[in-house]
């Protein structure tokens, strides 16, 4: 069975700074790997997805996500945070095959101005 | 509005009462899935359905919950009796496809609180 690990539960930085988001998962084979984001009171957003291909994986909103199977992770970067995307960020970890991914229990991204 | 629509947002509800919360999909999906989510944890899938039917209920209370999604109308997640420790967001997805490879799809989710 998959499994995902986000170990940072909150992160804090400066409006314009830079973003980077950990997710590790646990899977035998090539996984599929999704990143929500979650705003306060709202559902989660799709931001990004990869199944095969390119390691590096453009988004909506100015992130992208860079699958390193050596390392089994899935970090999300934004090179230049706004204070819109202060939210809940999850990644997300899913089989070929299967229909059910497994979330991460999430990190909170703090803007400050 | 052409995403998943879920109704109410908020659902207040005494010891021992029922909640119903429902969802309908996104136009042209037909696959529904259901997730509990508590005060900062991830989403816990809880049951997945197919039109008329349920396609797994792994992740839901044997007593208590059910679901269904009929051929006519939207989903519904039912809680019987609920007790305090069922106060969580509710949230439903939908897809076109069962496959990982087509993304669920949110909605704004139910908060269930029970007094």
């Known amino acids: 069975a998959q499994s995902v690990t986000q170990p940072d539960i909150h992160i804090t930085v400066s409006e314009g700074a830079s973003l980077e988001l950990r997710c590790n998962y646990s899977?035998?084979?090539?996984?599929?790997l999704f990143w929500y984001v979650q705003s306060p009171g709202q559902g989660l957003q799709l931001l990004l997805k990869y199944f095969s291909g390119d390691t590096l994986v453009q988004g909506i909103k100015g992130f992208e996500a860079e699958f390193k199977r050596s390392q089994s992770s899935f970090n999300l970067r934004k090179p230049s945070v706004h204070w819109s995307d202060a939210a809940e960020y999850f990644c997300a970890v899913g089989a070929g095959g299967s229909y059910i991914p497994t979330f991460g229990r999430g990190t909170s991204l703090i803007v400050h101005p | 509005n052409a995403g998943v629509m879920q109704n109410p947002r908020h659902l207040v509800r005494r010891r021992g009462q029922e909640a119903r919360l429902r969802c309908s999909p996104m136009k042209g999906h037909s696959h529904v899935y259901w997730y509990r989510q508590l005060p900062e944890e991830g989403l816990k899938f809880m049951v997945y359905l197919q039109k008329e039917n349920i396609i797994d209920e792994s992740g839901m209370p044997k007593e208590r919950f059910s679901a269904e999604f009929p051929k006519e109308g939207p989903s519904i997640l039912r809680i019987q009796q609920v007790v305090r420790g069922d106060s969580a967001a509710y949230f439903c997805?939908?897809?076109?496809?069962?496959?990982?490879?087509?993304?669920?799809?949110f909605g704004d989710g139910t908060r269930l609180s029970i007094l």
């Open positions: 899977y035998g084979a090539t996984p599929y």
């Open positions: 997805a939908s897809s076109r496809g069962e496959d990982i490879g087509q993304p669920q799809h």
